[in-house]
């Protein structure tokens, strides 16, 4: 799509959305990543719906409602970049309810461009296949800086120290991305790994890992999780997050699901291929630092896949599956306690909670917390999560130290 000389506004849903918009200024596009969401634009996005809506709406509608408010807006020159997603979840409808609300602010002259997880995400920009390449790029880069990022926090004998590594390393991610990756990402990352070397660690205690799951904008954007990895390190654990890159396996594989069955091989083909060439660009970052991280390559999802198929059909689809496979998955090599967080009636999430007790029965009752944050925060959060660390302690001692 020609932008016009037109500014893609992006909202802040984690650091992959600088990488996002970084990938848009290599390809000549203009691009901004709207400041992150807080109680304003929670507050304005909650005005102008009924509250019945998803969270993330909440706060994705509010970043733009703010962002078209500042004076140097210009709703002529605005595309909004939502994407979006077939099937039951209401993720596919944000973008419709949005569309709405900001005509009724009378910004009718903003545009919408919303690229879908129902075609795996084809089609961005002019140069949709070397733009979708180049955002793959920087979202592993930016996965495994976080990787980097939550296995060394934890243990970090100076404070504050892994966040400015963490800082600095996105930053050269950006720098490369927007210079169109290849060597200048495969030099961002050495320079990542050296710095991580050299970070002073004490690891004589060790911490239970737990395995994050769950709704992807609420797992990535801490001011909608209520900084929850951050809690869990402060409560004596590290954290293991499902990563971005996942996900859009994850969409290859059901595009690829869908097309075979319809009898289209060729779109069928393509996504396997490009699905192929994904994991090799994978692998070839990820070797720059793994010898820093005990599972830096990504589990292939046809076993993710595998791991919940006595509980639930993957053709059903939505993030339950995923979270449902990754949770298995995590529990399988060495979690020791799983979150699963969802906004207040996901449906996925939902759906994931009412397998939980079926799937930890067959884990050694791992522990589980499911953790429904809604537009209100506060409620007895840190109280749960203390208990919950408690027993996660407990497994680790009895399940994992004894194996
Ligand atoms: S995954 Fe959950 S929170 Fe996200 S759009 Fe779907 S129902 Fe809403």
């Known amino acids: 799509m020609g932008t016009n000389g037109k500014t893609f506004y992006i909202a802040y849903m984690c650091d992959h959305s600088y990488v996002l918009a970084a990938a848009l200024e290599a390809f000549g596009m203009a691009a901004e990543v709207m400041p992150v969401p807080d109680d304003e634009t929670m507050n304005l996005g909650l005005d102008s719906m ?38 039951p979840c209401r993720f ?51 996965d495994l800086l976080q990787k980097l990022l939550h296995a060394y926090r934890p243990y970090e004998v100076n404070k504050g120290q892994t966040d400015g590594i963490y800082k600095e390393g996105l930053q050269q991610i950006i720098t490369a991305i927007r210079a169109g990756g290849g060597n200048a990402l495969s030099q961002a990352l050495d320079h990542i790994a050296r ?26 954007c801490p001011y909608a999780n209520q900084d929850i990895i951050r809690q869990v390190e402060e409560a004596g654990g590290e954290v293991v997050l499902a990563s971005m890159i996942e996900w859009f396996y994850f969409t290859n594989w059901s595009y690829m699901e869908e097309t075979r069955d319809v009898g ?65 998955e995590l529990a399988k090599h060495g979690a020791s306690g799983i979150l699963n967080i969802m906004p207040f009636t996901c449906m996925p999430g939902i759906i994931v909670a009412g397998l939980a007790p079926r799937v930890r029965a067959d884990l050694a009752n791992i522990p ?29 001692r009895r399940v994992i130290v004894n194996n």
């Open 195 to 220: 710095q991580f070397e050299a970070l002073p660690v004490d690891r004589s205690e060790p911490r239970p890992i737990i395995g994050l799951v769950g709704e992807i904008y609420l797992r990535f």
């Open 92 to 142: 596919g409808q944000y973008n419709v309810l949005q569309r709405r609300i900001l005509d009724d602010y009378g910004l009718q002259d903003v545009e919408f461009f919303s690229s879908s997880a129902g075609d795996s995400y084809q089609g961005l920009g002019d140069h949709p296949n070397q733009m979708r390449l180049l955002v793959w790029d920087g979202a592993v880069a930016t």
């Open 50 to 87: 009924l509250g019945r809506e998803c969270s993330p709406c909440f706060m994705t509608t509010g970043d733009m409602i703010r962002r078209a408010r500042q004076p140097d807006f210009d709703p002529k020159k605005a595309i909004m970049l939502m994407p979006t997603a077939n099937g």
């Open 368 to 396: 589980w917390l499911d953790v429904i944050f809604d537009a209100q925060a506060g409620t007895n959060f840190h109280t749960r999560l203390e208990a919950f660390m408690y027993q996660s302690t407990q497994y680790y």
């Open 264 to 328: 289209q091989y060729f779109k069928y083909l393509t996504t396997a291929f490009t699905d192929m060439y994904q994991w090799y660009r994978e692998h070839k970052f990820a070797r720059r630092v793994a010898h820093l991280l005990k599972h830096p390559y990504e589990a292939p999802i046809k076993d993710l896949m595998n791991n919940i198929r006595p509980y639930y059909d993957p053709a059903l689809s939505t993030e339950a599956v995923l979270t449902l496979g990754k949770a298995i």
